[in-house]
């Protein structure tokens, strides 16, 4: 296999870049590198302190390199450590091009680690997803993912679905003696398998909200403290504050991390009936956030109580909503219920509290303790065999032919290895090396 080039860090300029080359390096590494090691011997894994030799210029930096197959991409790799100057970055690259090495093309540092067998292609995604992650337990998820998780959970399935397909087969051989035994057992089988296919198909909507975040929308009445209270929980000002009805007329987001998680908060226009035709589109957009939330904070005067709005009220209609009573610092006696709060954006009162519910449902949309399914490719995988292996059930408890059973099985058996790479198609692997950068 050629051997590759690019930058590893961050274009730009910082303390350090860090060039990366795999498949036969050393030849380009001696030729650009120049280090007083013993007899010139470079060993693998000890950093080595020289002058890297650019067309025009040099640098002073270091030079690792690792040995096939103990590396990232399980090929000879060798690192360039340099000031992280843009320059000297291009220079070093370009050196090395003239010596025989390519640039890389997206991702294919970590593509080579998949072709050489030193990660799967969950563990690849896991890759792209730590990069990606934007809040603490987004990494952690990564990093289960990275780090085989999901591929040994898959695993697990797929040997108890081979148990189940050999099991099969010898009936096929010897129905007679096997038949009246393993039938049964084999319907056991497919029950429990198809309960963990469930597990992990509905662990997508949690897995998806760790990664993006999940929505939580503010709406209410005009002039009730929206704005405010978007700046008080976000810690600065972000939303327009003004005591004019309907400052607001579209809709303002941002995301901040709690408790490690994700959030990403929506302040919208107030719904209300309205003729003015710039409000009522704020207005409709505002349905439509609220539609697409996975929480929904209603937003009151505690000085007026909850007015009628059969507007807000049919756009809350089948969501989980919290009322969130503000100003509290205006009136007297003011006591939390289940899902009612009281909070004053002015003087931060109630906000902790607000918070902590907030998590709360957070994690509530935690449905298991299975893995996690954090793209949807694996939940197509997953989907489909799961209806593989409840075809092949019902076709059992049927009295359909064995031979048939097994061809269904078989099936789901094929779709679980699309998630690991062990049974994919190439263009899903281009699509999902296509999402790095050129130097992973």
């Known amino acids: 296999m050629d051997t590759i080039v690019a930058l590893s860090t961050p274009a730009g300029k910082g303390g350090i870049a860090v060039i990366r080359l795999s498949g036969n390096p050393l030849p380009i590494a001696r030729a650009v590198f120049e280090t007083k090691a013993k007899n010139g011997e470079i060993k693998p894994n000890f950093m080595y302190f020289g002058k890297i030799n650019a067309k025009d210029f040099s640098d002073l930096g270091y030079m690792v390199y690792f040995k096939s197959p103990k590396s990232y991409t399980g090929e000879d790799v060798v690192e360039f450590h340099v000031h992280g100057g843009t320059r000297i970055a291009e220079g070093v690259i370009s050196a ?243 899902n009612k709060i009281f909070v004053s954006a002015k003087t931060g009162d109630g906000i902790d509290e607000l918070l902590k519910i907030v998590a709360k449902y957070f994690d509530e949309e935690k449905t298991s303790e299975s893995e996690v399914l954090t793209s949807e490719r694996q939940l197509s995988s997953v989907t489909t065999a799961k209806e593989k292996v409840e075809e092949g059930l019902n076709a059992l408890k049927a009295g359909v032919t064995t031979d048939c059973v097994i061809s269904v099985l078989t099936e789901g058996y094929t779709a679980l290895g699309e998630i690991t790479g062990e049974t994919v198609s190439e263009k899903i692997i281009d699509d999902i090396f296509d999402k790095f950068c050129v130097g992973k």
């Open 96 to 338: 090395c091009v003239s010596k025989g090495a390519r640039l890389a093309e997206r991702g294919e540092f970590t593509r080579r680690a998949f072709l050489n067998g030193k990660m799967d292609l969950s563990d690849a995604e896991g890759v792209i997803d730590m990069i990606n992650a934007d809040s603490a337990d987004a990494v952690k998820a990564a990093y289960r993912l990275m780090t085989g998780k999901l591929s040994k959970a898959v695993k697990d399935v797929q040997n108890d679905l081979k148990t189940v397909l050999t099991g099969l087969v010898a009936v096929l051989d010897y129905p007679e003696e096997l038949e009246d035994e393993t039938l049964p057992s084999a319907e056991e089988e497919l029950e429990k398998i198809v309960k963990t296919l469930t597990a992990l198909q509905n662990s997508r909507a949690y897995g998806k909200m760790i990664k993006e975040g999940m929505d939580v929308a503010l709406v209410g009445d005009t002039n009730v403290g929206k704005s405010s209270l978007m700046n008080a929980i976000l810690g600065y000002d972000r939303a327009i504050v003004s005591s004019i009805k309907g400052t607001t007329r579209d809709f303002i987001s941002d995301s901040f991390e709690l408790s490690g998680k994700k959030i990403n908060l929506c302040d919208t226009a107030g719904i209300r009936e309205s003729n003015d035709e710039i409000e009522k589109e704020g207005i409709n957009r505002s349905i439509s956030i609220v539609k697409d939330a996975r929480l929904v904070l209603r937003v009151l005067d505690a000085t007026q109580g909850k007015p009628e709005n059969k507007a807000l009220e049919n756009a809350l209609l089948g969501k989980k909503v919290v009322e969130v009573y503000n100003k509290s610092d205006l009136i007297n006696n003011a006591k939390n219920e289940e």
